[in-house]
């Protein structure tokens, strides 16, 4: 089952007035290399937003720009309004407080239990929280994703997908506005992977969060998107509901979500070449 959303959105945000980011004319260097090129779009308060797009086109990059961990090289960033991208690391902290991020492979620390890594981010921004008070925000975190009880496990005893949970529950340990998910679902088998797909929904619902999410999982993208955004080489190619994407005349988005070769690199795979002889036999290796 996918979301059904009957209408496209503009890749410049125009007419798009409950945006809660706002990026124009984004560029961003790494040094001489181009890693994103002019991008513009607004993210729609209260929606699921999915950036797909192949390796290294820059989803990650766009997507730690709405948080200010990358400055961009040009251009600007707002959130709910107001202009963040040049703000300080201090002006930017209560900022961040609204914003609750899942790391592509949990980024839990090994050496604290479940419940030492939810209150992480607590005691990191409030200093004046009572013992009992986190204890309780950990225990409805826990419950949110299915976990309540796991409180005094360590990350090396749970599974790849718990680890996930885990730090879900530690993304929305300070109730926030935005959630961003960085390839939520990498390394996870089909069931897990749904499992993560029914927690975005959920949160999105019970939480009235706007989730972003950078994911190369088709099938992950057309569950949970209200809108799906493809980059490639930088800009932005596509931007829409899961049928507008589906149905896309462009060559290179077609070749994404179906996870077909292209002909440049069929090409390159298909040449021949002399085929070099072994350097061993397996009478090598008797004695």
């Known amino acids: 089952m996918e979301r059904q959303n009957d209408h496209n959105r503009p890749a410049n945000g125009d007419g798009m007035t409950n945006a809660i980011i706002d990026v124009k004319s984004l ?3 790494f040094g001489k290399k181009l890693v994103l090129d002019n991008v513009s779009v607004s993210i729609e308060r ?3 937003t999915v950036i797909i797009g192949p390796s290294g086109c820059g ?3 766009l997507m730690k720009h ?3 961990l990358q400055r961009p090289t040009t251009g600007e960033v707002s959130f709910d309004g107001q202009r963040i991208d040049h703000l300080s690391e201090r002006e930017l902290h209560s900022v961040r407080t609204r914003f609750g991020y899942l790391f592509q492979e949990g980024a839990l620390f090994d050496s604290m239990s479940v419940a030492e890594n939810i209150m992480f981010p607590i005691r990191q921004h409030f200093k004046d929280v009572k013992w009992s008070q986190i204890q309780e925000v ?3 975190k826990l419950a949110m994703v299915g976990l309540d ?3 005094n496990y360590y990350p090396a005893s749970l599974s790849g997908g718990q680890r ?6 530690r993304a929305i340990a300070l109730n926030p506005e935005v959630i961003l998910y960085d390839e939520p679902t990498t390394g996870l088998d089909p069931i897990r992977s749904d499992i993560i797909n029914e927690l975005i929904l959920k949160l999105e619902r019970d939480l009235s969060v706007t989730s972003i999410v ?3 999982d088709m099938k992950s993208a057309y569950k949970v998107a209200d809108r799906i955004i493809m980059l490639h080489n930088g800009r932005i190619i596509a931007d829409g509901n899961a049928d507008h994407i589906r149905d896309h005349p462009h060559p290179t988005v077609q070749q994404f979500i179906n996870g077909q070769v292209g002909e440049d690199d069929l090409a390159v795979l298909r040449m021949s070449g002399e085929v070099a002889a072994s350097q061993f036999l397996p009478r090598d290796f008797q004695q």
Do not use: D, E, P, S
């Open 164 to 169: 996930k949970r885990v730090a879900l529950a």
């Open 46 to 48: 209260g929606k699921t």
């Open 149 to 151: 009880g796991f409180q």
């Open 138 to 140: 950990v225990k409805a």
């Open 214 to 216: 950078v994911t190369h």
């Open 59 to 61: 989803k990650t990059v």
């Open 27 to 29: 560029t961003k260097k």
């Open 66 to 68: 709405f948080i200010v």
